[in-house]
């Protein structure tokens, strides 16, 4: 199956400043998906990136808040902006994977912010 | 995507099965049933997936009954390891849409 590295792990930030997420797949994808995990909550999608395109927001979230470049089919970033305690969470990454049939997801991003 | 009701928690003894139900009435007919699994602080991991036939691999069984409004994920001997979020997703082939699972906890 794919191989998804996403960086960073972990961080702490303070509040008001941005923090951009990488994720790199060792294979072509047309799509990439962005979540977020809120503390003891499922998974919520923010967005849907195509390579070449803008990308495709869910209700709720609004590119402002969470822009998303999507500079080659294996690689795109997140960026968390002017971040609030709220938006304090883990984030992940998903590609559509061929070997499995399914998904694919990072390891995730685990946002404190303080 | 339809959307599917699980059970918010169960129980398993180590190496007994753990069958796990999920319900989704409104499934449509070109829709897959998925089942994914999230282990503490980890991303989720794809388990198995049906249309309409019941299907095996090294992980679990996935048996989807006849009229497609519900199916039942079987871990044949759990063990510790597979303590974690449980979930069962429809899907069309679009992006996936998760419920609230079920928290399975394998204890010795």
């Known amino acids: 199956s794919a191989v998804i590295s996403q960086k960073p792990s972990r961080d702490i930030c303070q509040r008001g400043t941005s923090l951009t997420i990488q994720c790199q797949v060792d294979s072509q994808v047309t799509m990439m998906f962005w979540y977020r995990q809120q503390p003891g909550q499922s998974l919520t999608l923010i967005a849907t990136a195509n390579q070449g395109s803008e990308a495709t927001y869910e209700s709720g979230f609004v590119i402002d808040k969470f822009p998303i470049s999507r500079p080659n089919l294996t690689f795109s970033t997140l960026t968390v902006s002017n971040m609030s305690p709220e938006d304090s969470s883990i984030y992940l990454c998903?590609?559509?994977?061929?070997?499995?049939?399914?998904?694919?997801f990072g390891s995730g991003t685990r946002l404190t912010v303080v | 995507d339809a959307k599917t009701t699980q059970p918010t928690s169960m129980d398993c003894a180590e190496g007994r099965a753990a069958n796990l139900p999920c319900n989704h009435s409104t499934i449509s007919g070109n829709e897959y049933v998925y089942w994914y699994r999230q282990i503490h602080s980890q991303g989720p991991q794809y388990i198995i997936h049906g249309l309409k036939n019941n299907e095996t691999n090294e992980m679990a069984s996935l048996i989807i009954t006849e009229d497609r409004k519900s199916s039942t994920l079987i871990l044949p001997h759990a063990t510790l390891r597979d303590t974690a979020v449980y979930y069962c997703?429809?899907?069309?082939?679009?992006?996936?849409?998760f419920g609230g699972g079920t928290r399975l906890m394998v204890k010795p």
């Open positions: 998903s590609v559509e994977d061929q070997d499995v049939e399914g998904y694919t």
């Open positions: 997703i429809v899907n069309a082939g679009n992006m996936l849409t």
